[in-house]
Nanobody, 122 residues
């Protein structure tokens, strides 16, 4: 499967963005999907994950209460609504399909999009 992330951009602190991840060439409906982010000089960090049907969602402590993950299996898309953005949210955001293991562990994801850059100005 190929994943294409979009929706990033430059936003002021306190603003909002909605990221989208579109899948092609394969199915995501039977997979947990996740969003990670990577800031310059840092490791890829877990942001949020959603179960196959969307009934279970988890998010990282740093974004809890501000970010929300959702999915539309009919459209093969996964979204990340980001509110109350902060300068520390600046990173390249990636969506991934979980193939094995914990959704917190990036090593278990077998497909990554090219990422979309989010820049938050303070």
């Amino acid at each position: 499967v190929q994943l294409q992330a979009s929706g990033g951009g430059l936003v002021q602190a306190g603003g909002s963005l909605r990221l989208s991840c579109a899948a092609s060439g394969g199915s995501i409906s039977n997979y947990v999907m996740g969003w990670f982010r990577q800031a310059p000089g840092k490791e890829r960090e877990f942001v949020a994950a959603i179960s196959q049907t969307g009934g279970n969602r988890v998010s990282g402590d740093s974004v809890k209460g501000r970010f929300a993950i959702s999915r539309d299996n009919e459209k093969s898309t996964v979204s990340l609504q980001m509110n109350d953005l902060k300068a520390e949210d600046t990173a390249v955001y990636y969506c991934g399909r979980l193939a094995r293991g914990s959704h917190y562990d990036r090593r278990g994801y077998d497909s990554w999009g090219q990422g979309t850059l989010v820049t938050v100005s303070s």
